[in-house]
């Protein structure tokens, strides 16, 4: 039994209350999104305003200095925290229609998180920690070991499923992180810095893995700093003071359309303001 998709786990919510048939290619729409702290005098706008879309199949990098709104913006698409005003729409489902458990089960199935620090259980095995999401989603025991199992096998470790973290190198931990995330056959990879805690053999076997997997379909959102990872991606969003600095498509990797704003219409898409040659 596969993890069910967000519209037949939350069939009352279509795309914008209609009949669910528009924007089903975005797997994210931020529309005017701010994200406010204080008020008066100490207000801090750590996001100010921003609109983006993320197409089904894209490799997205969000790159931004500290205190630029980058983790912000990963928490609120990761749906861990809230906007202060705008709409954010996950794989066509309005997040703030939600109430708090449907937001736990679409935060489980339909997002993969793959974290800085790997986030595994310390003394379980590679496979059981696979399985983790998979048991929160009410799937059955022995259906979560084989779907665990051929997720594990996907990322080059299936002969390793009863390992423990500590048997398992970094960048093995980190695969098998990725594995996690791919379980519940998500809408979105959402990768907080994953290789930040890796040597530059582990952070190419993950950079390349992604790669792999978006070329797959997957759409991958990477939150990072480092120019080496976004150069990989399809497009990078610069984030600077919680407003979108540049939003770049990366030229000769597997076509997509121009980006453009939920405000405008594909005509009316603005052109990139700098373009990078793909590696």
Same mark, same amino acid.
């Given at each position: ?16 209350? =209609? ?31 921003i609109s983006l879309t993320i197409a089904e #199949? ?7 200095s500290s205190g630029s709104g980058k983790s ?11 906007? =202060? ?26 997002? #993969?998180?793959i974290f800085q620090s790997f986030n595994l ?31 594990? =096998? ?29 379980? =519940? ?78 405000? @405008?219409?594909?005509? @009316? ?11």
């Amino acid at each position: 039994m596969r993890p069910p998709t967000p519209r037949e786990q939350f069939p009352q919510w279509s795309d914008d209350g =209609t009949d669910g048939n528009e924007n089903v290619n975005n797997v994210i729409e931020i529309i005017n999104v701010s994200k406010i702290y204080g008020e008066d005098d100490s207000e801090v706008r750590a996001l100010d305003d921003i609109s983006l879309t993320i197409a089904e #199949g894209d490799f997205v990098t969000i790159m931004g200095s500290s205190g630029s709104g980058k983790s912000t913006l990963m928490n609120i698409l990761g749906c861990l925290d809230v906007p =202060t005003k705008g709409t954010y729409r996950l794989d066509g489902i309005d997040v703030a229609t939600l109430r708090e458990n449907d937001l736990a089960d679409l935060r489980n199935t339909r997002i #993969g998180f793959i974290f800085q620090s790997f986030n595994l259980l310390r003394r379980t095995s590679a496979v059981r920690n696979v399985e983790v999401p998979l048991a929160y989603a009410g799937v059955p025991r022995r259906e979560r070991r084989t779907l665990a199992i051929k997720a594990l =096998t996907a990322v080059g470790l299936g002969q390793r499923a009863d390992h423990q973290p500590s048997q398992l190198s970094g960048g093995q931990m980190q695969r098998v992180a990725v594995a996690r995330a791919l379980v =519940t056959n998500p809408a979105m990879v959402l990768a907080d810095e994953p290789t930040g805690n890796l040597d530059s053999a582990s952070t190419a076997d993950v950079i390349r893995l992604l790669e792999e997997l978006n070329a797959e379909g997957r759409t991958i959102v990477w939150i990072t700093h480092e120019d080496e990872v976004a150069k990989h991606s399809k497009r990078r969003i610069v984030l600077v003071d919680g407003k979108i600095k540049s939003d770049d498509r990366v030229v000769g990797v597997r076509d997509l359309p121009p980006m453009y704003s939920p405000n @405008q219409s594909p005509d @009316q898409s603005h052109s990139p303001q700098s373009a990078h040659q793909a590696v």
